[in-house]
């Protein structure tokens, strides 16, 4: 009983200072939580846009893309609870257009890459006040790669053309070159 009390007097003592020090200190392990959620969205979305490319071809693979990556961020999101898109300064889908904090990241982004960092190593995090809320945002960079240049390169078949003009007559996403950022993950979480 003495052990229990002593025990408990001594986490009440240690657990002020410690959560003063998570909020005031780094969002490291938010930060660890966000890539992972990246990685997962990765790995669901690339091999199939892989296999669908070699199966079925870019045309019919734009359709693919259309109805599967929203569906991934949706079931990552309901998994995680985390707010989860991808933007872009030149967009496609129907949530891609960024706000005003992701465009100035974004832009941030082009500036590293034009400063010579890797694109994969790109990403920032903060902690924001939106409408009285504390929100943790995250975002990093998705490099332009061979295989994206098919339908968001400059030179894009016109079978591909015309099935990316059907689904998204507002189309920005093309024109990119191999090693560019093509868009971004945005993760956010309420805190
Ligand atoms: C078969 C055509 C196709 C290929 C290949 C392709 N994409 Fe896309 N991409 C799309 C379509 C279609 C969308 C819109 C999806 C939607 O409606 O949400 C999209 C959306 C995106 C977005 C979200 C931002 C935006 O503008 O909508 C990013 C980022 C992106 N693609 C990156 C890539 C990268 C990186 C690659 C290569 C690894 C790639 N894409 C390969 C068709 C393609």
Known sequence: MKHLFITTSLLT???????????SSSTEQLDQEARNIAKQFLAQLKPELQKSMKSDGPAKT????HTKAPEIAKKIAQKTGWDINRVSLKPRGENATPDQWETAVL????????NGTPPKTIEFSAIVQVGGQTEYRYMKAIP?????????GSKIAPPIQETLQQFYPNDAATGYS?????GAFSFSKTL
């Open 62 to 65: 734009v359709a693919f893309c």
């Open 178 to 182: 191999k090693g560019q950022i093509r």
């Open 107 to 114: 832009k941030r982004f082009n500036n590293q890459l034009a």
């Open 13 to 23: 003592c240690l657990a002020l200072p410690f959560s003063t020090f998570a909020q």
């Open 144 to 152: 332009t790669g061979n295989v994206c240049l098919a339908c968001h």
